[in-house]
């Protein structure tokens, strides 16, 4: 899913991560209930990865709705110094 602006993309992006982290709780308790240590552990390291990328998305979204998407828009192509 692309969408037709930053803002959608953005929220594209962060629905697609909750997805990922709510996989991976489901997948981490589902290991921890069999045993499977392992797994688990590399299954925690990518939540942690996936949880810093929504809270990033987060943020821009968070931003958006605070400046409104031109201004928003116009920061990133020119970034105060």
């Known amino acids: 899913k692309i ?3 930053i803002h959608k993309q953005l929220q594209n992006n962060w629905d697609m991560e909750k997805a990922a982290i709510d996989c ?3 997948g981490i308790k589902k290991m921890v209930e069999i045993g499977d240590n392992g797994t688990r552990e590399l299954a925690a ?3 942690v990865d996936e949880e810093e ?3 990033w998305i987060e943020g821009q979204l968070h931003a958006i709705s605070e400046i409104g998407l031109p201004r928003y828009l116009t920061e990133h ?3 105060a110094t």
Request: charged letters at 20%; glycine letters at 14%; aromatic letters at 0%.
């Open 53 to 55: 990328h929504a809270d």
């Open 24 to 26: 991976l709780n489901g």
């Open 45 to 47: 390291k990518i939540l």
């Open 77 to 79: 192509l020119h970034p």
């Open 3 to 5: 969408g037709p602006d």
